[in-house]
Structure formats: C-alpha cells, structure tokens
C-alpha cells in the first residue's frame, strides 16, 4: 500500500507524487500506470486516478491492510536513547503507560489464543466492526507516521486508545465455553499487527523493546 491514508474501505494514496520527479514523468500519467498493475489484483475491488494523481483503492475488506502490515520488513531499530515516556504512573493518563500496554495486551492475546486454541487463520470480512475498522485504518497509517518522527509519538497514542477499545469491546478471545470463530481467529491477527506497528514504532523511537507482560 505505501504511504496514504484509509477512509473505510478506500485507501488513498500520494505515491505517485513522491516518486514522479525521480522517474522524470507527471504524477497523473504515472497513477495511471500504478493504477492499471493494481487492478484485477485479489482482495482490491477498484483502482480510480484522482485529481492530479491521487491514487484511490477500494479494497473488499478493510482487514485486508492485516496481512500487508504482518508482511511488511520489520523497522530499523534506532539508537537506544532510553525510554521516550517516562513508566510511572501506570495509568492510562500517562501516554508512555497507555502505549506499552496496549503492546502488552496485544501479547497476551497471542499467547491466550494458543492456549484457547484459536485457529491460525484470517477472514478479512469478519473484522468489520467499526471500532475494528477505524483501528484498521490507523494501522494503514503507520509507514507514513515512520517518515515523519515528530508525529510518531502521538500517532503511537492514538493507536494504543484505539486499540484497547477493540480490545475491551470487541472480544479477540471466546468467552466461557463460547467456541473459536473465523472472528475470533481474525482478532487475534488483528493484535498480532498492532503488536508488531507498536513494536516497530518504539524501536524507530529509540526506546528499548516494549514488555510482553507487567
């Protein structure tokens, strides 16, 4: 996907602006081009051109971006300049707190899952409520948030707010004798991605690894 942002279903993107001056050809003429490779591709339902070059991608699911995140080469780790957020005080008040333990509910769910016995599979579909999807799209976000350090750290916050929501709300784990479902399984891929992107951003941030428990 690249850098762009995400509007429900439809992902938006500059890139042929940014890479027009060093392939000496309009932005337009090359979405056009992007656009044309892009088309027929699986999961993408439609490819549009807008104004000058944006490219505009409709895709069947909005969890298709889970996959895309997962197989994206990890961050390059910076140097360890220690922690960007002081770990005190545990409360959600403090933004440091807020986003290392949404690291560490995302681990707890992987390593649950295993124990439940949740099946290692994704149904792009079936993550479809909104609070899933508007986590969706702040994870789509996260290779543009990477270029630009000084919005990273809010970007981190934000990201760890909304998944907690999903997390509280949206349940990746059955519940009592509840059996495992597509849902389910997808969730927990769900927080496989927001472990990896909070994981990634820390590490560009020079922080140490972020805890897998408290």
């Known amino acids: 996907m690249g850098e762009g942002s995400w509007d429900g279903r439809v992902w938006s993107s500059p ?5 027009a001056p060093a392939l000496g050809e309009p ?7 992007i656009a044309g490779e892009l088309r027929g591709e699986s999961g993408i339902v439609a490819v549009d051109v807008r104004g000058a070059g944006v490219l505009a991608v409709t895709v069947a699911a909005p969890g298709e971006i889970v996959p895309w995140v997962l197989g994206r080469p990890e961050a390059a780790v910076a140097p360890d300049r220690g922690p960007v957020w002081p770990d ?5 008040e403090n933004p440091g707190f807020l986003v290392r333990f949404a690291h560490v509910r995302a681990s707890a769910v992987l390593r649950w899952a295993r124990e439940l016995r949740v099946p290692d599979a994704f149904t792009p579909g079936a993550l479809a409520d909104p609070r899933e999807v508007r986590l969706l799209g702040m994870l789509a976000e996260f290779p543009s948030r990477a270029r630009k350090p000084y919005t990273l750290r809010t970007y981190l916050e934000r990201l760890a707010d909304a998944y907690h929501e999903v997390h509280e709300r949206v349940p990746a784990l059955p519940l009592g004798d509840e059996e495992p479902s597509a849902a389910h399984a997808s969730r927990v891929r769900l927080a496989r991605a ?8 820390l590490a560009l941030l020079g922080e140490p690894p972020p805890p897998e428990r408290l």
């Open 27 to 33: 932005a337009r003429a090359l979405a056009e081009k």
């Open 88 to 92: 005190l005080p545990r409360t959600f």
């Open 194 to 201: 927001v472990r990896r992107v909070i994981g990634d951003g």
């Open 15 to 19: 890139v042929a602006f940014r890479l």
